[in-house]
């Protein structure tokens, strides 16, 4: 079975410019979050959606950001302008949200630089 | 705020000798999940307690949650090579959330061959 898909995988841009990073989740997972890496801040949860309704986007950085869930089965994280202090390795992660805990299965990631 | 430290941040070891790492949260956690991340990868699932003083075993893997539901380790016996990488908790079920996870800063484990 395919993983959680993540695109793209690497992204360089300058500064001001508008990101689009995108995720597929794993077929048949209602829930979705979007995790931030730096070394400096390790890993921060930015958003998380259950059967596509954002529940907690209290991690998003500024309204610079934005994410939505459209459909199951697709993920955006908008950056708008983008800043050199956005860079970061973004990822994205899916899970059960029934049946008590559950893991989450993480993508590869997109690297984020901004010029 | 919610916080999850983990200490030591970074550890280095021969190969053969033990590791542990510790993880505390600042709240009572109702689950604790434990990841791994590779150099240059992305962190994979390895294991979830739920009970308060469970121990769970995987190979050479222990991992304990305390009894308060605060804190939680993972111990590794006779590292090996394979077992480099960032070792993560990740702690569950603040703010009723079921599926939240606010993940620890991390331990990144070393081992010279």
């Given at each position: 079975d395919a993983g959680v898909i993540q695109s793209p995988?690497?992204?360089?841009?300058?500064?001001?410019?508008?990101?689009?990073?995108?995720?597929?989740?794993?077929?048949?997972?209602?829930?979705?979050?979007?995790?931030?890496?730096?070394?400096?801040?390790?890993?921060?949860?930015?958003?998380?959606?259950?059967?596509?309704?954002?529940?907690?986007?209290?991690?998003?950085?500024?309204?610079?950001?934005s994410a939505k869930m459209p459909n199951a089965s697709f993920s955006t994280l908008k950056i708008q302008p983008s800043e050199p202090r956005d860079s970061a390795v973004y990822f994205c992660a899916s899970s059960l949200s029934t049946g008590g805990f559950q893991p989450q299965h993480f993508g590869d990631g997109t690297r984020l630089s901004i010029l | 705020g919610q916080q999850v430290m983990q200490i030591p941040q970074y550890q280095h070891v021969?190969?053969?000798?033990?590791?542990?790492?510790?993880?505390?949260?600042?709240?009572?956690?109702s689950n604790i999940q434990w990841?791994?991340?590779?150099?240059?990868?992305?962190?994979?699932?390895?294991?979830?307690?739920?009970?308060s003083g469970e121990v769970k075993k995987q190979k050479r893997l222990t991992f304990q949650f305390g009894e308060a539901k605060k804190n939680s380790s993972l111990h590794i016996t006779a590292t090996q090579?394979?077992?480099?990488?960032?070792?993560?908790?990740?702690?569950?079920?603040?703010?009723?959330?079921?599926?939240k996870l606010i993940f620890g800063t991390g331990t990144l484990l070393a081992v010279q061959p």
């Open positions: 995988r690497h992204e360089v841009t300058e500064m001001g410019q508008e990101v689009t990073l995108r995720c597929k989740p794993i077929s048949g997972h209602n829930s979705l979050f979007w995790y931030r890496q730096t070394m400096m801040r390790g890993l921060e949860l930015l958003i998380y959606f259950n059967n596509n309704v954002p529940i907690d986007d209290s991690g998003m950085p500024e309204d610079r950001f | 021969q190969e053969g000798e033990d590791f542990t790492t510790y993880c505390n949260s600042s709240t009572t956690l990841y791994k991340q590779r150099p240059g990868g992305h962190p994979v699932f390895l294991i979830q307690l739920v009970k090579t394979t077992d480099v990488g960032t070792y993560f908790c990740a702690g569950g079920g603040y703010g009723g959330a079921t599926n």
